[in-house]
């Protein structure tokens, strides 16, 4: 079955850096795009990050653009969020996503937290 674990959140001050990972299985990791989303308390879930199987080609929402970076490799069938500059607003539980033959599947998510 489908299983992504994601990896690498917690507590950083503003300005910081954290690196998330995404350790995906069950399905051929290769040939599918992948995605992270956040989701901040009382927010709606949001796309932060995506990625293209083939190519690698990368969009990001408007609030990371410059700041955060998105890539994979294949052969650990891993995704990374490298997140650099981190603000307050950046707050929220991180997950992974992928999406194929109509289905979503989704990580357990992980916890960032920005704060003095």
């Known amino acids: 079955q489908v299983q992504l674990v994601e990896s690498g959140g917690g507590l950083v001050q503003p300005g910081g850096s954290l690196r998330l990972s995404c350790a995906a299985s069950g399905f051929s990791f290769r040939y599918y795009a992948m995605s992270w989303y956040r989701q901040a308390p009382g927010k709606e879930r949001e796309l932060v990050a995506f990625?293209?199987?083939?190519?690698?080609?990368?969009n990001y929402a408007d609030s990371v653009k410059g700041r955060f970076t998105i890539s994979r490799d294949n052969a650990k069938k891993t995704v990374y969020l490298q997140m650099n500059s981190l603000k307050h607003e950046d707050t929220a539980v991180y997950y992974c996503n992928v999406q194929g033959n109509g289905k979503e599947y989704w990580g357990q998510g992980t916890q960032v937290t920005v704060s003095s």
């Open positions: 990625i293209t199987s083939v190519g690698g080609s990368t």
